[in-house]
């Protein structure tokens, strides 16, 4: 079985400080991980991914991950939050089927 | 660059209705999923198919059904709406062949139903 945890239901930054969010995940193999953002009202778009190679991701808006084998972790960072970065981020992983397991999300509220 | 549409942004529709939701994509791609999105929960799959005519359930088929008779297009059909089926909706896609292969996601449905 394979389950992705997202411990932090909200996260509140100020505009301008850095962010992380986490993601820990439970799958015997190694698994493919995504982080998507939802802005309000939208659908989900793709961040980052990772497999293999690195394991410093780069995405787009200026995102990174990292991700950590021994501690299951796959968390997404950003050195300076934008206040358009407010939005929801859901970590997913697949395992070896076409069908992922997403997290239940995290909230990101920037303060001025 | 890929485009997932879906036939209504936002639906209200009465108890007992019949509801279909529609979703396309444009970009040839093999694999098909319909979620349902509440506060809270996060995405749970309803739907997954990944050909034309071939579907499987997600983690909660009961009360939905869909329809893949088109690659570009799958349906999600309420057959008897219930207020615990106000929801947000969405569809997404992916091309087939390997997990890798991120998700493409509609901008969703946001049903009520009365």
């Known amino acids: 079985a394979q389950s992705v945890t997202q411990p932090d239901i909200h996260i509140t930054v100020s505009e301008g400080a850095s962010l992380e969010l986490r993601c820990n995940y439970s799958y015997g193999a190694t698994p493919y991980l995504f982080w998507y953002v939802q802005s309000p009202g939208q659908g989900l778009q793709l961040l980052l991914k990772y497999f293999s190679g690195d394991t410093l991701v780069q995405g787009i808006k200026g995102f990174e991950a990292e991700f950590k084998r021994s501690q299951s972790s796959f968390n997404l960072r950003k050195p300076s939050v934008h206040w358009s970065d407010a939005a929801e981020y859901f970590c997913a992983l697949s395992g070896g089927s076409y069908i992922p397991t997403f997290g239940r999300g995290t909230s990101l509220i920037v303060h001025p | 660059d890929v485009k997932v549409t879906q036939s209504s942004r936002y639906l209200v529709k009465r108890t007992g209705e019949k509801v279909f939701l529609e979703c396309v994509q444009d970009?040839?791609?093999?694999?098909m999923f319909w979620y349902r999105q509440d506060p809270g929960l996060g995405l749970r799959l309803i739907y997954f198919s990944y050909d034309v005519k071939m579907k499987e359930k997600g983690d909660i088929p009961e009360g939905y059904s869909v329809s893949r008779e088109k690659k570009e297009r799958f349906s999600l059909i309420l057959e008897s709406a219930s207020t615990n089926q106000t929801s947000m909706y969405l569809c997404a896609s992916s091309l087939g062949g390997s997990p890798y292969n991120e998700q493409f996601f509609g901008p969703g449905t946001r049903l009520t139903v009365l």
């Open positions: 970009m040839d791609h093999e694999n």
